[in-house]
């Protein structure tokens, strides 16, 4: 049976519209494609931004790292216990010297932290004594990273006390109570000094407040 011309019209116009609909389609999801890839773009142009910036300051922490390899050697890793040993010894000594009792001393070991620029051990310290005796305490222990000795590097360092709570004695508030952990950084085991804490290829790495800052530069 033969169409009429109505109906052919009606199916060409079925067809142009199919059609339509299809371009359209395929246009959007083409557009979509090119916004994304737009997208892509602009987020490559700043990483390259930050990584030509990063270049640029590059020496300036090259100088500040061989500056500290030299004049401030990373304690180099034998032990966990031979580390809780040293700590512990360093910790004691403090004490002496700030007037609070051994005895008022409570210590427990930690889990040791290992990342790819150090090794961190720690000990757990409770301790109480006067208000005086205990901010002594806690400062001689970070003075430890100041004490220079004739040839210019640091006797002790990388000491550090990431956490720490003071707390007065509920039966005499003249006696403070002091938790705290005290750490050590060590250098990682199997690296030497001159390669620890850097990165020749990907960048440098350094450490601020005791969380990690990466500085990535690109190698060019």
Same mark, same amino acid.
């Given at each position: 049976?033969?169409l !009429? !011309? ?9 067809g ?19 916004? =994304? ?5 602009? !987020?490559?142009?700043?990483? @390259? ?32 216990e031979?580390?809780a ?11 002496? *010297? ?12 930690? =889990? ?26 806690? *400062? ?14 640091l ?5 550090a006390?990431?956490?720490? !709570?003071? =707390? ?23 690296l030497? @000094?001159?390669?620890?804490?850097y ?22």
């Amino acid at each position: 049976m033969a169409l !009429q !011309q109505s109906e052919k019209n009606l199916m060409a116009i079925l067809g142009v519209a199919l059609f339509g609909v299809i371009n359209f389609v395929g246009y959007s999801a083409l557009e979509d494609k090119k916004q =994304e890839q737009r997208d892509r773009l602009y !987020q490559l142009e700043i990483q @390259e931004a930050e990584y030509n910036a990063l270049n640029t300051i590059r020496p300036i922490w090259e100088k500040r790292r061989s500056f500290l390899l030299e004049k401030c050697p990373q304690p180099g890793f034998v032990s966990e216990e031979a580390a809780a040993v040293e700590i512990e010894a360093h910790l004691k000594a403090c004490a002496l *010297s700030a007037g609070v009792a051994e005895t008022s001393l409570v210590i427990k070991p930690t =889990e040791m932290i290992s990342t790819a620029n150090y090794n961190q051990v720690a000990l757990n310290v409770n301790a109480s004594g006067s208000a005086m005796s205990i901010m002594k305490l806690v *400062s001689l222990i970070q003075a430890a990273n100041h004490s220079n000795v004739k040839d210019g590097s640091l006797k002790h360092g990388f000491y550090a006390i990431p956490n720490i !709570q003071f =707390e007065a004695d509920r039966k005499d508030p003249t006696i403070l109570k002091c938790a705290f952990i005290l750490a050590r950084w060590y250098s990682p085991e199997g690296l030497s @000094e001159s390669s620890a804490s850097y990165d020749d290829v990907n960048g440098i790495e350094f450490f601020a407040n005791n969380n990690k800052l990466k500085l990535m530069a690109a190698k060019r």
